[in-house]
């Protein structure tokens, strides 16, 4: 993500944890503040191929008073770029699979097409960019 991108990403995450914290807004409510963030990705786990045990590899961004959000991990992201596999997809696959760990990255993908809890359009998009993926890359 460019350094511009981050800082409105950053801005935006600070303002909906302001919101929440002023209005004490938690469950039901909550669709008010992810409004803020029409522009950005929220993961959805039906139709976004990720492993389901994504969490555990994610990060906590730290800073924040009311609300908790978590970064995936650079394999996860990988993943999850593959139902579409979009060019801006390809470019960002292309920056972050340099420094990612493959055999997680084999491990995820394989752990995607295991997934039963899954789109069947979205998994079958995945399993025909996985295997362009793993021909560009040799992973």
Known sequence: MNSKNR????????????FATLKKRYAASVGKVFR????FDMLDPYS??????????????LGFKTLKYYVLSKEDIIVSKLGIYSNKDQEDIEALIKDC??????????SVMDREDFSERVKCEFIQNSKLLREKYNV
């Open 36 to 39: 803020l963030f029409d522009r």
């Open 101 to 110: 760990n493959i055999e997680l990255l084999n491990h995820l993908i394989q």
């Open 7 to 18: 800082e409105i990403l950053l801005e935006l995450l600070q303002d909906a944890d302001d």
């Open 48 to 61: 976004t191929p990720i492993a389901i045990d994504f969490e555990k590899r994610s990060m906590q961004l």
